[in-house]
């Protein structure tokens, strides 16, 4: 089992950055697929961002390409959303979450355990 605490969001206007990090404790980090998920008020948590196990694939929403970066540090049970040129759409409760069986996958019922999510709005 692995506990999720997310951390790094706040209030931002549009065009600024914040990177949001995710810290995990438990069973070994790097056994864990990690992704970050969106959900904002009335619609579906989505995916935005998947890392495999070893750091060398990287996944992401159409909507945020060339905006966002998820990266990890195994050595320091971290994952990170860079998030770059925010818009007031990228205005969410931003989760982590973590998939131990299976492969890199956008699809949240693969994910096993979650955060508790941390807080994201953008200004216009």
């Known amino acids: 089992q692995v506990q999720l605490v997310e951390s790094g969001g706040g209030l931002v206007q549009a065009g600024d950055s914040l990177r949001l990090s995710c810290a995990a404790s438990g069973r070994t980090f790097s056994s864990y697929v990690m992704g970050w998920f969106r959900q904002a008020p009335g619609k579906e948590r989505d995916a935005v961002a998947v890392?495999?196990?070893?750091?060398?694939?990287?996944y992401y929403a159409d909507s945020v390409k060339g905006r966002f970066t998820i990266s990890r540090d195994n050595a320091k049970n971290t994952v990170y959303l860079q998030m770059n040129s925010l818009k007031p759409e990228d205005t969410a409760t931003y989760y982590c979450?973590?998939?131990?069986?299976?492969?890199?996958?956008?699809?949240?019922?693969?994910?096993?355990?979650w955060g508790q999510g941390t807080q994201v709005t953008v200004s216009s």
């Open positions: 979450a973590a998939d131990l069986t299976g492969e890199a996958s956008m699809r949240r019922y693969n994910y096993e355990y």
């Open positions: 890392i495999t196990r070893s750091g060398a694939r990287t």
